[in-house]
């Protein structure tokens, strides 16, 4: 069975950090690809990064280059989405993504506001 449980959202002020983490099992997590989305309220999902099975290769949403940092720990069936000097613009529900059978996290809050 596949699982993905993602943990470390919360509330931040603008400017703070937040790590995401989401925890993977049912499959071998060092085989594939993994992504993170995000969802804000009255908009569509969107990809905000993505790291190859090996963590060698990582691609992110252009505006948030700089400020995300995907990575993963292959011994921990474990990708991280480390989020900097963040805005209330990037309020939403984050989630973690398996694309080769498709399958999501439940999904977290992360929500930035004074």
């Known amino acids: 069975q596949v699982k993905l449980v993602e943990s470390g959202g919360g509330m931040v002020q603008p400017g703070g950090s937040l790590t995401l983490s989401c925890v993977a099992s049912?499959?071998?997590?060092?085989?594939?690809?993994m992504r993170w989305y995000r969802q804000a309220p009255g908009k569509e999902r969107e990809m905000v990064a993505a790291?190859?099975?090996?963590?060698?290769?990582?691609s992110y949403k252009d505006s948030l280059k700089g400020r995300f940092n995907i990575s993963r720990d292959n011994a921990q069936d474990t990708v991280y989405l480390q989020m900097n000097n963040l805005k209330t613009e990037d309020t939403a529900v984050y989630y973690c993504?398996?694309?080769?059978?498709?399958?999501w996290g439940q999904g977290i809050q992360v929500t930035v506001s004074s």
């Open positions: 790291i190859s099975h090996d963590g060698v290769h990582t």
């Open positions: 049912g499959f071998t997590f060092s085989s594939y690809l």
């Open positions: 993504h398996w694309p080769n059978l498709n399958y």
